[in-house]
């Protein structure tokens, strides 16, 4: 099988800071068309799905004013630098939610948007958590609530879940024996 990659002609800069940097990249198809493509890179994230011994997992309830959404996701954040990905995502849970994850384990790493961003998201498998005895973050989270993994899916199948990093969590979860 023949395969042929887009060719890129230069990229330019439109904007950048610690979270985003902007660009445009003057790409060129295999059959020669050519466009302009804007293209978002990312820090990579870390966040935990944190499973009770009743499988239940801790959800965040949130305003999200880009989609202008109250949604349920799983806590997380960007990882800082050269931090280690496992305590970042620990660091963000303790930090969103008040509870101290007991383990943790990589669950599965993607893309959530390949034809635009990268950003590579990692989502860890939190088996038990204690409560650390502060308060979630009032600026992340409105509510925090403990779901079954049942009760996640049916929650993403009537939008209350949205977020990719949920929706792939749950899903991996119900895969496995956990």
């Not at 799905?49 to 202008?68: G, K, P, Q, S, T």
């Amino acid at each position: 099988m023949r395969r042929t990659q887009w060719k890129i002609h230069g990229e330019n800069l439109v904007d950048e800071n610690r979270h985003i940097r902007l660009t445009t990249v003057d790409v060129e198809l295999p059959d020669g068309v050519r466009f302009t493509q804007y293209v978002a890179r990312m820090p990579r994230c870390a966040m935990t799905l944190v499973l009770n011994d009743n499988r239940e997992a801790l959800l965040m309830y949130r305003h999200r004013f880009i989609i202008d959404q109250w949604v349920w996701e799983l806590p997380g954040g960007y990882v800082d630098g050269a931090e280690d990905v496992a305590a970042a995502a620990a660091r963000e849970v303790e930090e969103e939610t008040g509870w101290r994850p007991r383990s943790m384990e990589h669950l599965v790493t993607y893309q959530p948007s390949i034809g635009s961003l990268d950003q590579p998201q990692e989502i860890y498998l939190a088996r038990g958590a204690d409560p650390t005895g502060s308060e979630p973050d009032i600026n992340e989270a409105e509510e925090l609530g403990w779901f079954p993994l049942s009760e996640a899916a049916k929650m993403i199948e009537r939008g209350e879940i949205v977020g990719a990093a949920t929706v792939v969590a749950v899903y991996r979860a119900l895969t496995l024996d956990v």
